[in-house]
């Protein structure tokens, strides 16, 4: 099943320039990568983007992670690409992260601050919409 996907490159992964990499990996498994742009994010589009973390008490370091470089959204087109794309991810603390996986190889984690795991990816198409709607509104119309 063809699908559409967010993905970003957050703020640690544009620090540590690891741009090209992720965008070679996307490419080398084969997905179309159909919208890309790099955002300086601000609060109010991550508040939209993490609504559902808003109560969680790393809130705030999580919104001064995204915020303190920019950061590189996409949208990604292909073959089950959410699942395929969380996969070339792995999991989200990179410290379990498997070898090979983006935030196995490159991720990093600080206690008491929001992980840093370089990529985001939508975890369902219901999500997919929402965020590629928040990040590139100008597809909507």
């Known amino acids: 099943m063809t699908e559409r996907t967010l993905a970003l490159v957050k703020p ?6 690891k741009i090209g990499e992720v965008l070679r990996r996307i490419e080398r498994k084969g997905y179309d990568i159909v919208a890309l742009k790099m955002v300086q994010a601000d609060e ?13 008490p790393f809130f705030p370091s999580l919104i001064s992670y995204m915020t303190e470089n920019p950061v590189v959204a996409m949208v990604v087109e292909g073959e089950n690409v959410i699942k395929g794309w969380r996969t070339l991810m792995g999991i989200t603390n990179p410290t379990e992260a498997a070898p ?6 490159f991720g990093r984690e600080w206690s008491g601050e929001a992980v840093r795991n370089l990529v ?17 509104p100008e597809l909507s119309k």
């Open 12 to 17: 640690d992964g544009v620090s540590q320039k």
């Open 44 to 56: 109010t589009l991550l508040r939209e983007h993490y609504a559902e973390l808003a109560t969680r």
């Open 100 to 105: 090979g996986t983006i935030r196995g190889d």
């Open 120 to 136: 985001h990816g939508s975890d369902s198409s219901e999500n997919a919409a929402r965020e590629i709607n928040i990040w590139f």
